[in-house]
């Protein structure tokens, strides 16, 4: 038995009967319901505000908090509770890291170009995942964070990847359309189809305003044989002009990824979107 399932199973037997804890699943779950309280506008926290995001009892919560410590996913300090370093080396393993090592270095020339807001990400159930984002010089509305997902169909990023998607994955889409962000957000499919039949035969995906009033976008997918394994963005003010001029440098700039993606092998580790 590892040192970690040693842990959880010593922290289920001392939880003791009647404590609802008496299954290892039970405690994992709970776990991640702690863990899933930190974010980046929220890195450390208090004993209380860990309780009353994660709805668990303060007697729970500080038990599950002493496991993860003593494993050393959470560390404590003075001020309260934060990630652990053991978390942030579990987190360079999954392969989504290679790719975005891969591009880091063509978003930042990107960047560099135009001074806009960058984004990379993935599809994951119908959602975009944001790997990286570069924030823009001057305009930064994007809602989007890195580690964060929001609804494929109403972004560029993610209809560039829908549109290179499994026609299981647009099915999916249909079975649970999300809440529409703003009043120009995508709810029909066939229009959802309608425009990914465009960007198929454009190479590229535009959004205006569909995500957040006021904030366009242009997206490119990264392509590896025939599927979008991810794609990049830049958003901007819709109010400075269709985009189109950015079509071009995305385009490089994914090609440039393409390659070094192959280059190092990531593409054979990351499921092409769904």
């Given at each position: 038995m590892?040192?970690d399932?040693?842990v959880a199973?010593?922290?289920v037997?001392e939880a003791g009967p009647?404590?609802?804890?008496t ?5 994992l ?7 899933g309280?930190f ?7 208090t ?8 709805g668990?009892?303060k ?7 002493a496991?993860?410590v ?13 990630m ?6 579990l ?9 975005r090592?891969?591009a880091l ?6 960047h560099r ?27 930064d ?5 890195v580690g ?14 829908l549109?290179f ?9 249909s ?5 529409p962000?703003?009043?120009?957000s995508?709810t029909s ?17 535009v ?10 976008c242009?997206?490119v997918?990264?392509?590896v044989a025939g599927?979008?394994v ?5 958003a901007f ?6 985009g ?9 700039t994914?090609a440039?990824?393409?390659r070094s ?14």
């Amino acid at each position: 038995m590892d040192e970690d399932m040693g842990v959880a199973v010593r922290t289920v037997a001392e939880a003791g009967p009647g404590t609802g804890e008496t299954l290892a699943p039970s405690v994992l779950w709970k776990a991640f319901r702690v863990l899933g309280v930190f974010s980046h506008s929220r890195r450390v926290l208090t004993l209380a505000q860990i309780v009353r995001r994660s709805g668990l009892p303060k007697s729970t919560a500080h038990r599950v908090l002493a496991m993860l410590v003593e494993v050393g996913a959470v560390e404590q300090h003075s001020d309260g509770y934060r990630m652990g370093l053991r978390m942030f080396s579990l987190g360079a393993l999954p392969p989504e890291v290679a790719l975005r090592d891969a591009a880091l270095v063509h978003l930042e020339e990107l960047h560099r170009v135009t001074g806009q807001t960058l984004h990379l990400a993935i599809l994951r159930e119908g959602d975009a995942v944001y790997l990286e984002k570069l924030r823009g010089r001057r305009y930064d509305r994007s809602p989007a964070l890195v580690g964060g997902r929001l609804p494929a169909r109403c972004t560029a990023i993610g209809k560039a990847m829908l549109a290179f998607s499994t026609e299981r994955t647009l099915a999916e889409l249909s079975t649970a359309p999300p809440a529409p962000r703003t009043a120009r957000s995508l709810t029909s499919m066939v229009a959802l189809r309608r425009q990914l039949a465009a960007v198929r035969v454009d190479g590229y995906a535009v959004d205006r305003e569909e995500a957040v009033d006021g904030l366009a976008c242009v997206a490119v997918p990264v392509l590896v044989a025939g599927r979008a394994v991810a794609a990049v963005s830049i958003a901007f003010a819709a109010a400075a002009g269709s985009g189109t001029v950015l079509v071009d440098p995305l385009r490089r700039t994914a090609a440039a990824i393409f390659r070094s993606i192959t280059a190092s092998s990531a593409a054979h580790l990351i499921p092409a979107g769904g």
